[in-house]
Nanobody
C-alpha cells in the first residue's frame, strides 16, 4: 500500500503564491509517476501536472503552464507543486496522486493512490 499526505493549501489573493507538498510512504518505490489533480465545486476532477520519478520529466495542463511547477525531492519521497500568479479559477481542492503503471496521463481513473486533498482558495 502507498500513503500520500498533502500539505500547504490555504487562502491567497489573486497573484499570490502557494506551495503544496505531498509525501509518499509505504510502497512508494512502486510508483513511476506522481501527479496533481484538482476539483472545484460542482466540477469534475481535472489533471494539473505530472512528473516521472526516474527522469524528472514534467507535463502540465495548458491553463497552468508558466505559473505552476511540479518538482520532487527523491530523498524525502516528496513531490511539490509551486503555484505562482494564482487566479480565482485556480480555487479547488488539490489532490496528490501516484501511478505504478508504466504510463499514466490525464484521467484520474489511471491513478491508483490518492491523498486526502488540500484546499486552495484564491480571492479576487
Amino acid at each position: 500500500q502507498v500513503q500520500l499526505v498533502e500539505s500547504g493549501g490555504g487562502s491567497v489573493q489573486t497573484g499570490g503564491s502557494l506551495r503544496l507538498s505531498c509525501t509518499a510512504s509505504g510502497r512508494s518505490f512502486s510508483m513511476n509517476l506522481m501527479a496533481w489533480f484538482r476539483q472545484a465545486p460542482g466540477k469534475e476532477r481535472e489533471f494539473v501536472a505530472r512528473l516521472r520519478w526516474s527522469t524528472g520529466i514534467t507535463y502540465y495542463t495548458d491553463s497552468v503552464k508558466g505559473r505552476f511547477t511540479i518538482s520532487r525531492d527523491n530523498a524525502k519521497n516528496t513531490v511539490f507543486l509551486q503555484m505562482d500568479s494564482l487566479k480565482p479559477e485556480d480555487t479547488a481542492v488539490y489532490y496528490c496522486t501516484g501511478c505504478s503503471r508504466i504510463a499514466c496521463y490525464d484521467s484520474p481513473r489511471e491513478y491508483a493512490y490518492w491523498g486526502q486533498g488540500t484546499q486552495v482558495t484564491v480571492s479576487s
